[in-house]
């Protein structure tokens, strides 16, 4: 991956040429100097169209030094004009003059353009951002075009046209080009300035933002909300609250999703459950007044405590993956009404950390996520072992047995590919390198090893390519909603609707065949990096024989097939010591970093006679998971429902005590009884 460091030389040529450029033309201004004013215009020109293809990055930086597109655009123009002047005789000002007016009304225009743009946008910012909701009812419409919203686009295209003509003047004396290029500029700025100004008009406006509220209102009335899922976070955060997707929309209620970040709300995977994204604490407090009893919390983040302030409202902390990390036990999970586990073990965890979360507030609900991981079926029955390696991330706190990647990654992969009948899955945490620069390293080396072996494993590629694809475009055009890439959240939520009766049960359908059409289509012993949202992890699990991971969630889901993992110790502690330390690892095979204990690993696999840990694997299990029957899912929704009585049961005391206050009457200073006012929920 390109580091700044890597990226200096080519910011600092682009930058080079923009100044050079520049001062050349000053320079054939100034003597005038035909030749060299057309070739320093072109390159200045050149260096734009560099700018905006290959490096947006620097134009933030231009703009911070006061040098953004509006100000080079002006100098350029400028320059020209300057040239004009000083060619040829003095009367040329007054034949020029009416020239440098059209452009000077052009730059005016094109201010106009930015004042009314940004008057628009604000219309078409709502205090809330849908998705699968019918919201038409907001006056929704397509956005403006790009070239009108963005000013570093608008004006290289807008005043081409006036610069062109200005050039070509310069080259043939004839003032009728710079004429033509103006009105032409000229005559597109004020089409884009007509275009918002029409969508300022009260009829083509979005709703405003007490209309919106209003609406927002009459939806969560119509709907009544149950139950829902509460997520904020950044955007490689999203796949925390995508993880309880599936088994939010199976629950027995009217679940809801509610997001803090507009940008989140298509973050979120493909799903039929509602979306609400509420930014503002204000609009967020609406809930208070709604049918909504539990919000289910995914993840802790800093605007978690703008939630929990509602009084109304059940929450719970279900965390996205439990792990002997200390992260699995945060003392933040005190402030939610209940925690929500997956077995024994992670009550037990709360209970050693002492970080104030009562046992009676725990509740062991499963992984509902781990019921489509099927179970273990024998030893491998084709060619080739699978083996899945899915190191973690290196976290937060810099602690070395976070992650096998930095120490470990590079020779475990190498011992497993030394094996020839050993087909690598190799999937990274999403977030691998973005604290520890070192792991993003090692990272890019374990995928060129892979490469490399790949390169040597020579062999047929099966027929389903065809299928494949067929199956992509089927789920593509089930999950996908076609929706301009320009297009702003308005225009989103206008196509981004209230989903057609049905979708949710065939996008389960065309997952399942894409996820069949997937694993058919590559060749027998092909080893894969696996970093797109398909196949997803649990898939993997599937197709796996064996996993190799470090302490995390992945090997407590991993557990649910039965099937045997490994975990390697890059924490530094003897392996009697690192097992006590993580309960996790108790049914692991531990490996060092050196890899030295992968071909006997191996071997078990093949040799499950051999395997001396195929109890422990089923008793860790149900102390990580709970028992098989009933279900996670079915154990994840009895424990929505007790909790939404428990949110009913609590609106009933308060209402009663809020109505036993309405009846009272106090005496005043001087002895006089008059009733109290009503009061009102804070």
């Known amino acids: 991956m390109p580091t700044p460091l890597s990226r200096f030389p080519v910011r600092a040529l682009v930058t080079a040429l923009l100044a050079v450029a520049f001062g050349a033309q000053a320079v054939a201004a100034l003597r005038p100097h035909i030749p060299l004013l057309l070739a320093a215009t072109l390159a200045s020109l050149a260096a734009e169209g560099v700018l905006y293809r290959w490096q947006r990055g620097m134009l933030s930086l231009f703009a911070k030094s006061h040098a953004d597109i509006t100000v080079r655009h002006v100098l350029r123009d400028l320059l020209l004009v300057v040239a004009l002047l000083r060619l040829g005789e003095q009367h040329r000002e007054t034949v020029y003059t009416p020239l440098v007016a059209g452009l000077l009304a052009f730059y005016a225009l094109h201010c106009a353009i930015q004042a009314v743009s940004v008057l628009v946008r604000r219309t078409r910012t709502l205090p809330v951002v849908t998705r699968n909701i019918d919201a038409s009812a907001l006056r929704l419409s397509p956005a403006p075009p790009i070239l009108l919203r963005r000013p570093g686009h608008r004006l290289p295209a807008f005043g081409l046209p006036a610069t062109a003509g200005l050039l070509t003047t310069a080259a043939t004396d004839d003032p009728r080009c710079a004429a033509l290029g103006i009105a032409f500029s000229l005559g597109l700025a004020l089409v884009g300035l007509y275009d918002l100004l029409v969508r300022l008009l009260p009829s083509r406006r979005p709703a405003s933002e007490r209309e919106t509220l209003d609406w927002l209102d009459a939806w969560l009335a119509e709907y009544r909300p149950t139950v829902g899922l509460y997520f904020s976070g950044g955007a490689s955060s999203a796949y925390q609250a995508n993880m309880w997707l599936e088994p939010l929309a199976q629950l027995d209620g009217r679940p809801l999703i509610v997001l803090r970040e507009r940008f989140m709300v298509q973050k979120i995977g493909p799903t039929d459950v509602p979306i609400l994204c509420l930014p503002k604490v204000s609009t967020l407090m609406r809930l208070e007044q709604s049918t909504l009893e539990v919000l289910i919390h995914p993840a802790n983040s800093g605007k978690t405590s703008q939630v929990l302030r509602i009084p109304t409202l059940k929450h719970t902390f279900v965390n996205h993956g439990e792990s002997d990390k200390l992260s699995s036990c945060n003392p933040y999970a005190k402030a939610y009404d209940q925690v929500w586990v997956a077995g024994p073990a992670a009550r037990e965890r709360y209970a050693a950390a002492e970080v104030g979360v009562e046992d009676k507030d725990v509740v062991e609900i499963g992984r509902p996520q781990l019921d ?295 005496p005043d200073q001087r002895g006089r009884v008059t009733p109290q006012q009503p009061s009102r929920p804070v």
Not at 417 to 426: E, S
Not at 569 to 591: D, I, M
């Open 372 to 666: 489509t991981v099927r179970p273990y079926a024998g030893p491998p029955a084709g060619r080739y072992t699978t083996v899945l390696y899915a190191p973690t991330w290196e976290g937060w706190d810099g602690n070395p047995g976070n992650t096998s990647v930095i120490e470990a990654g590079e020779n475990l992969v190498r011992a497993l590919l030394a094996d020839p009948g050993v087909r690598l899955l190799y999937k990274p945490h999403p977030l691998t390198g973005s604290v520890d620069a070192r792991a993003g390293a090692a990272d890019l080396r374990i995928r060129e090893l892979i490469r490399a072996a790949n390169r040597e494993r020579t062999g047929e590629r099966p027929g389903g390519a065809g299928e494949l694809a067929l199956r992509t475009k089927e789920l593509e055009r089930l999950t996908t909603t076609t929706v301009r890439a320009s297009a702003d959240q308005v225009e989103r939520m206008m196509f981004q609707s209230a989903p057609e009766p049905g979708r949710a049960e065939a996008v389960a359908r065309a997952t399942a065949a894409w996820q069949e059409a997937y694993w058919a289509s590559l060749p027998e012993g092909e080893h894969q990096v696996v970093t797109d949202v398909r196949p997803e992890l649990y898939a993997c699990f599937n197709e796996a024989d064996l996993l190799i991971s470090d302490v995390s969630s992945v090997i407590s889901d991993f557990l649910a097939s039965g099937k045997p993992y490994a975990v390697a110790n890059t924490s530094g502690l003897a392996e009697e010591v690192f097992r006590k330390a993580f309960p996790t690892v108790r049914a692991a095979t531990v490996l060092t970093p050196d890899a030295a204990g992968v071909p006997e690993l191996l071997d078990v696999v093949r040799h499950p006679e051999k395997d001396e840990l195929v109890q422990a694997r089923a008793e860790l299990k149900r102390h990580l998971l709970g028992p098989d029957e009933p279900s996670s899912q079915v154990r994840f929704d009895e424990a929505v429902q007790a909790l939404c009585a428990a949110a009913r049961e609590h609106r009933a005391r308060m209402a009663r005590r809020l109505a036993a206050e309405d009846l009272a009457e106090i």
